[in-house]
């Protein structure tokens, strides 16, 4: 789960796929919204985008490390990121998104994700984000910047999630017992958690461009 070269949806046969695949990825989001899975989301060769009024975290921790991926034409590919882990966080409205360009005989095709809006926050615990660009409002406690990122693990974040994720120990890393984010808007490559409980949960696919933001 922890490896950044993940299967995602490369959406070949489309038309042929598309019924089955929602329908199972339906039954994983059900699982999901009742905190039975562990959760990995990522799109081979694409980023996606991401939403919230608010995350509040403990145990926050970032270093920049470098994703291993393959492109949608299963050629290899490198995204430098930022990862942000947290112990324990909780995401008010949180919308992810990602668009597929350019399917035969569909054009684009958009998934949306929308959890958390309804009173009750979702709910995650080792929660790791690879962040390509962010823009939020943050209040951080206790802060430590400039950490070594190879002493992560003895500090109050999580640490690294390792797998093929390449991160450089000795490079420059912060860390902080409680981050408050609001009005969040990112662009990431893969999102992994140990628990990821989506409070609301509702999944729609449509034609176009429909994006968070």
Same mark, same amino acid.
């Not at 039975?36 to 939403?51: C, E, H």
């Not at 690294?160 to 990112?186: R, S, Y």
């Given at each position: *789960?922890?490896?950044?070269?993940? &299967? ?14 929602? $329908? ?5 989001? %059900? ?6 899975? $562990? ?5 081979? &060769? ?5 939403? #919230? ?28 990121? /930022? ?9 008010? !409205? ?14 684009? %095709? ?13 709910? #995650?615990? !080792? ?10 409002? /943050? ?9 070594? #990122?190879?002493? *992560?693990?003895n500090g109050p974040g999580p640490g ?7 991160? !450089? ?39 176009? %461009?429909?994006?968070?933001?």
């Open positions: *789960m922890e490896s950044q070269v993940r &299967g995602g949806t490369r959406w070949k046969r489309f038309a042929v796929v598309m019924v089955p695949s929602v $329908a199972a990825t339906a039954a994983i989001g %059900v699982a999901l919204g009742q905190g039975a899975l $562990a959760a990995s989301f990522s799109v081979s &060769g694409q980023s996606f985008k991401v939403t #919230a009024d608010r995350l509040e975290g403990t145990g926050f921790s970032q270093y920049g490390a470098i994703d291993q991926g393959y492109t949608l034409k299963g050629e290899k590919a490198a995204h430098p990121v /930022a990862v942000s882990a947290f112990k324990s966080a909780d995401i008010t !409205n949180m919308c992810q998104s990602v668009v597929t360009p350019d399917l035969p005989f569909v054009g684009s %095709v958009s998934l949306t994700l929308k959890a958390g809006g309804k009173g009750t926050p979702v709910h #995650a615990e !080792n929660l790791y984000i690879d962040i390509e660009d962010l823009s939020a409002d /943050a209040t951080f406690k206790n802060i430590d910047i400039g950490v070594a #990122a190879g002493d *992560m693990k690294m999630k390792g797998g093929k994720e390449m991160a !450089n120990g000795f490079g420059f890393g912060q860390q902080a017992e409680t981050a408050v984010l609001t009005d969040v808007k990112q662009t990431a490559w893969a999102t992994t958690a140990g628990t990821f409980k989506l409070s609301g949960l509702k999944m729609s696919l449509s034609k176009g %461009v429909k994006e968070c933001y």
